[in-house]
T-cell receptor, first 114, second 112 residues
Framework: DTEVTQTPKHLVMGMTNKKSLKCEQHMGHRAMYWYKQKAKKPPELMFVYSYEKLSINESVPSRFSPECPNSSLLNLHLHALQPEDSALYLC?????????????FGEGSRLTVL | SQQGEEDPQALSIQEGENATMNCSYKTSINNLQWYRQNSGRGLVHLILIRSNEREKHSGRLRVTLDTSKKSSSLLITASRAADTASYFCATDARDSNYQLIWGAGTKLIIKP
């Protein structure tokens, strides 16, 4: 069982759709992350939200936009995605700011873009 | 960018045998972590070893760190079918702007 909850587990969307991935943690962690993972590859960091500050991997296209309604929620809004964006999207959280300790991952949201 | 390299890329052994995976990195680090990922699932943290530590144990896991060679190894003793998974190392590099740098991963298959 994971203490980081991601919904939905699976999502299929067309290239003109707008959808959102949701992530929630109740561990009181102050940093949350979105990672993208393609098959047989390591995860790639997309966004970090830590102490109310958002850090963005500059290679992430603008069709992905994060939103942090409060310290326990981190959403990922998806708009006008491409088939190559199909991947496993992983949310994670950590006690300390910005990747200096153990990450707690959710089970992931499997995204398919048609 | 990925600085970690893991070998082997894939490893298949019989249940009960020991499995050893290696991770190499390029820059100075604060710590190195190992994670396990079952197919299509999230990653699970296994162990963190700090740059001033040389060896750490957790149950059947033994991790070593050689900062002079910029390498780490993960040993799983008395392997079980449930250990079948991908294993990733991740470094908290001192000049990485707080980003974890991930290795390419080792796919471990335990044959019953």
């Amino acid at each position: 069982d994971t203490e980081v909850t991601q919904t939905p587990k699976h999502l299929v969307m067309g290239m003109t759709n707008k959808k959102s991935l949701k992530c929630e943690q109740h561990m009181g962690h102050r940093a949350m992350y979105w990672y993208k993972q393609k098959a047989k590859k390591p995860p790639e960091l997309m966004f970090v939200y830590s102490y109310e500050k958002l850090s963005i991997n500059e290679s992430v296209p603008s069709r992905f936009s994060p939103e942090c309604p409060n310290s326990s929620l981190l959403n990922l809004h998806l708009h006008a995605l491409q088939p190559e964006d199909s991947a496993l999207y992983l949310c994670a959280s950590s006690h300390s700011r910005a990747n200096t300790g153990e990450l707690f991952f959710g089970e992931g949201s499997r995204l398919t873009v048609l | 960018s990925q600085q970690g390299e893991e070998d082997p890329q894939a490893l298949s052994i019989q249940e009960g045998e020991n499995a050893t995976m290696n991770c190499s990195y390029k820059t100075s680090i604060n710590n190195l972590q190992w994670y396990r990922q079952n197919s299509g699932r999230g990653l699970v943290h296994l162990i963190l070893i700090r740059s001033n530590e040389r060896e750490k144990h957790s149950g059947r896991l033994r991790v070593t760190l050689d900062t002079s060679k910029k390498s780490s190894s993960l040993l799983i003793t008395a392997s079980r079918a449930a250990d079948t998974a991908s294993y990733f190392c991740a470094t908290d590099a001192r000049d990485s702007n707080y980003q974890l740098i991930w290795g390419a991963g080792t796919k471990l298959i335990i044959k019953p």
